[in-house]
């Protein structure tokens, strides 16, 4: 069974759409949620982290966390065509491991 | 430029050999991870370093070892290479205490076994 959980897409949205990334991880112990971006044959970026219930917000970005349903979610307003990548979603195990579902590819469609 | 080097950047290795590779994190990042990523996957734990020492080890064998120096340089071994072993091999850092807030990824090794 598979600890973090993403579709892997891909995600098409056309230019200015607001894009809705989703994860969902199995250890209710977690503690911190990271998203990463991954252009195609670089290394993941991180985008945001969060670690309480609710929303964070920053610039376009917003993630949002629900600890009781084990379920996290990036929104991207106003989508650019440079927002086309893989985005990881990845939770704490511990105090120092990270786990990373297989990502989600978005395009974003000009 | 992230401030965490890895060399190098590409490398072919033929099965059964060992491979060395390199990550330099910036001052005062005293914790370090290695992760492989197989493509089409998210990164793996490979293991974590703190202060010179290993602190937590995902699963991997044995044949996947690490050292961390001082000057907060890093070291993964892998010997007895397999195909399977050929992947994008990231190392991530963070200053002490803050790996809470994410880490942050070097550019990678692109290690290809034949």
Same mark, same amino acid.
Request: aromatic letters at 12%; hydrophobic letters at 30%.
């Given at each position: ?110 | 430029e992230t401030g965490v080097t ?18 330099s994190s910036q001052s005062g990042h005293?914790?370090?991870?290695? %992760?492989?990523? !197989?493509?089409?996957?998210?990164? $793996?734990?490979?293991?974590? @370093? ?22 907060y ?15 994008? %091999?990231?190392? !991530?850092s963070?200053?002490?205490? $803050?790996?809470?807030?994410? @880490?942050t990824?070097g ?8």
């Amino acid at each position: 069974q598979k600890e973090v959980e993403q579709n892997s897409g891909p995600l098409s949205v056309p230019e200015g759409a607001i894009a809705s990334l989703n994860c969902t991880y199995s250890d209710r112990g977690s503690q911190s949620f990271f998203w990463y971006r991954q252009y195609s044959g670089k290394s993941p970026e991180l985008i945001m982290f969060i670690y309480s219930n609710g929303d964070k917000e920053d610039g376009r970005f917003t993630a949002q966390l629900n600890k009781a349903s084990q379920y996290v979610s990036l929104l991207i307003r106003d989508s650019q065509p440079s927002d086309s990548a893989t985005y990881l979603c990845a939770v704490t195990s511990g105090t120092y491991k990270y786990i990373f579902g297989t990502g989600t590819r978005l395009k974003v469609l000009a | 430029e992230t401030g965490v080097t890895q060399s190098p950047t590409h490398l072919i290795k033929t099965r059964g050999q060992q491979v060395t590779l390199r990550c330099s994190s910036q001052s005062g990042h005293n914790t370090v991870s290695w %992760y492989q990523q !197989a493509l089409g996957q998210g990164p $793996q734990f490979i293991f974590q @370093y703190y202060r010179e020492e290993e602190n937590g080890r995902g699963n991997f064998p044995p044949r996947f070892s690490g050292l961390q120096f001082p000057n907060y340089s890093s070291e993964l071994n892998v010997n007895a290479l397999e195909l399977d072993d050929s992947a994008l %091999y990231l190392c !991530a850092s963070s200053p002490e205490g $803050q790996g809470a807030r994410g @880490y942050t990824f070097g550019s990678g090794t692109r290690l290809t076994v034949v």
